[in-house]
């Protein structure tokens, strides 16, 4: 009771003069500070990979216990991508999609491959405190891809070779990038999806992705899970950035207490709120169970990947997810008309990040923002050391697919 007397009258007192000017020595006893309660910013006395027993209640989902299907347990958010009046799991109306996963898993993640894999890894990159790029692409989105690269060497930001592992889709493409050293990964498993008429190559038009772009974002999602098991902090992205600055010294920072930090979709149905265009992974307990549910519920996926993820995300068993927005103003969404692309880019470009170009007409978007290098080598100064004269002749159609041509 003295004590609880005395408490409050320091409250009182706080009040009225002003916390500040008390003495130190008159404060109660028990007042906690920071010699009493030590505030040691790597004692995290919630962190799930020291006290695993937080995890009672967090558990890796598959299609049958996540019920995706089922109404009155998911959150519907305007309109719901994943229904299937039968079965509240999905899985009698999602047969087809559920075998090509097998397949595609069988080939990409079996035991003998994932022990080469590991090793490759580990010599590729030795320096687990260094975050790596994981990237997939085929032939029809390399143009792309080589341009990010040259944005990064345009830019002087870094070599992209020494921190990408790229997950190649087809024979062209492993071979073009392995000549330039970047690191591939090996291709034998792709003759086990061509026996099974499994598509990673299809079109990629300046106006709207291929049919293999589902297949390609769930082998992204193995590669991911897989590097993050082995305690690497992994950058996803899709082929279609631009690196203005080096991102990873504010990534790694603002992800130090969070699982999963990606770029906004300003959508209010379930493909939104994060963008899963480029995604930064921490290496965690709790994010190995995150991105285990995703490659196990991307046996029921549509199409893209994006509408899953953020199912995912509102899904009751993630709730102890950590996860942030990136700030709109430094890691850039760019805009589809070139009026939209000047007002974003008008204050320049001084403190942003990076440039993301979803949807149609990339190459021509990126023109506008100062931001395409795959140019011919007759209109540029100075070539590229990622151009590539087949890769351009085979995409010219999509570079000079002009923004105004869109219907």
Same mark, same amino acid.
């Given at each position: 009771?003295?004590?609880?007397?005395?408490?409050?009258?320091?409250?009182?007192?706080?009040?009225? /003069?002003?916390?500040?000017?008390?003495?130190?020595?008159?404060?109660?006893?028990?007042?906690?500070?920071?010699?009493?309660?030590?505030?040691?910013?790597?004692?995290?006395?919630?962190?799930?990979?020291?006290?695993?027993?937080?995890?009672?209640?967090?558990?890796?989902?598959?299609?049958?216990?996540?019920?995706?299907?089922?109404?009155?347990?998911?959150?519907?958010?305007?309109?719901?991508?994943?229904?299937?009046?039968?079965?509240?799991?999905?899985?009698?109306?999602?047969?087809?999609?559920?075998?090509?996963?097998?397949?595609?898993?069988?080939?990409?993640?079996?035991?003998?491959?994932?022990?080469?894999?590991?090793?490759?890894?580990?010599?590729?990159?030795?320096?687990?405190?260094?975050?790596?790029?994981? /990237?997939?692409?085929?032939?029809?989105?390399?143009?792309?891809?080589?341009?990010?690269?040259?944005?990064?060497?345009?830019?002087?930001?870094?070599?992209?070779?020494?921190?990408?592992?790229?997950?190649?889709?087809?024979?062209?493409?492993?071979?073009?990038?392995?000549?330039?050293?970047?690191?591939?990964?090996?291709?034998?498993?792709?003759?086990?999806?061509?026996?099974?008429?499994?598509?990673?190559?299809g079109q990629y038009h300046y106006r709207q992705m291929g049919s293999s772009h589902r297949n390609i974002n769930t082998v992204t999602t193995m590669a991911v899970n897989f590097a993050v098991s082995l305690d690497y902090p992994v950058l996803q992205m899709d082929v279609d950035i631009v690196f203005l600055k080096n991102p990873f010294p504010y990534l790694k920072r603002?992800?130090?207490?969070?699982?999963?930090?990606?770029?906004?979709?300003?959508?209010?149905?379930?493909?939104?709120?994060?963008?899963?265009?480029?995604?930064?992974?921490?290496?965690?307990?709790?994010?190995?169970?995150?991105?285990?549910?995703?490659?196990?519920?991307?046996?029921?996926?549509?199409?893209?990947?994006?509408?899953?993820?953020?199912?995912?995300?509102?899904?009751?068993?993630?709730?102890? /997810?950590?996860?942030?927005?990136?700030?709109?103003?430094?890691?850039?969404?760019?805009?589809?008309?070139?009026?939209?692309?000047?007002?974003?880019?008008?204050?320049?470009?001084?403190?942003?990040?990076?440039?993301? /170009?979803?949807?149609?007409?990339?190459?021509?978007?990126?023109?506008?923002?100062?931001?395409?290098?795959?140019?011919?080598?007759?209109?540029?100064?100075?070539?590229?050391?990622?151009?590539?004269?087949?890769?351009?002749?085979?995409?010219?159609?999509?570079?000079?697919?002009?923004?105004?041509?869109?219907?």
């Amino acid at each position: 009771i003295a004590g609880t007397h005395l408490f409050l009258s320091h409250l009182v007192l706080s009040t009225k /003069v002003g916390f500040s000017s008390l003495e130190q020595e008159s404060l109660p006893v028990n007042y906690i500070s920071s010699e009493t309660f030590p505030l040691d910013d790597d004692d995290d006395p919630l962190d799930e990979d020291r006290h695993s027993e937080r995890l009672e209640f967090f558990s890796v989902l598959n299609p049958n216990n996540a019920r995706l299907c089922d109404k009155g347990l998911q959150i519907i958010i305007k309109k719901n991508s994943y229904t299937c009046d039968e079965d509240p799991t999905c899985r009698k109306c999602r047969k087809d999609r559920i075998r090509e996963f097998e397949i595609l898993k069988n080939a990409f993640s079996n035991s003998n491959r994932e022990e080469s894999r590991r090793a490759r890894l580990r010599k590729w990159f030795p320096h687990k405190e260094i975050p790596i790029i994981i /990237v997939s692409v085929n032939y029809a989105q390399l143009y792309l891809f080589l341009n990010w690269a040259c944005s990064c060497e345009g830019n002087s930001i870094f070599d992209p070779r020494a921190y990408t592992w790229i997950i190649a889709m087809d024979s062209k493409t492993f071979s073009v990038l392995d000549r330039m050293g970047f690191h591939v990964e090996s291709i034998e498993w792709l003759e086990e999806l061509k026996e099974n008429k499994i598509d990673m190559e299809g079109q990629y038009h300046y106006r709207q992705m291929g049919s293999s772009h589902r297949n390609i974002n769930t082998v992204t999602t193995m590669a991911v899970n897989f590097a993050v098991s082995l305690d690497y902090p992994v950058l996803q992205m899709d082929v279609d950035i631009v690196f203005l600055k080096n991102p990873f010294p504010y990534l790694k920072r603002a992800a130090k207490r969070r699982h999963v930090l990606g770029m906004i979709a300003p959508r209010n149905d379930d493909a939104g709120f994060m963008n899963t265009g480029l995604m930064y992974f921490r290496p965690s307990k709790i994010t190995e169970i995150l991105l285990q549910s995703f490659e196990n519920l991307s046996a029921l996926k549509t199409f893209g990947d994006q509408e899953l993820f953020n199912i995912l995300l509102r899904h009751h068993n993630m709730r102890q /997810v950590s996860q942030r927005i990136l700030p709109k103003e430094t890691f850039i969404k760019l805009g589809m008309g070139e009026k939209d692309i000047r007002n974003q880019i008008h204050n320049g470009t001084e403190n942003v990040f990076l440039l993301h /170009v979803p949807s149609a007409y990339k190459a021509s978007r990126l023109m506008i923002a100062n931001q395409w290098y795959l140019t011919p080598p007759h209109k540029s100064t100075e070539i590229c050391t990622f151009w590539d004269k087949e890769v351009y002749e085979f995409s010219r159609e999509n570079i000079e697919a002009k923004l105004y041509n869109k219907t």
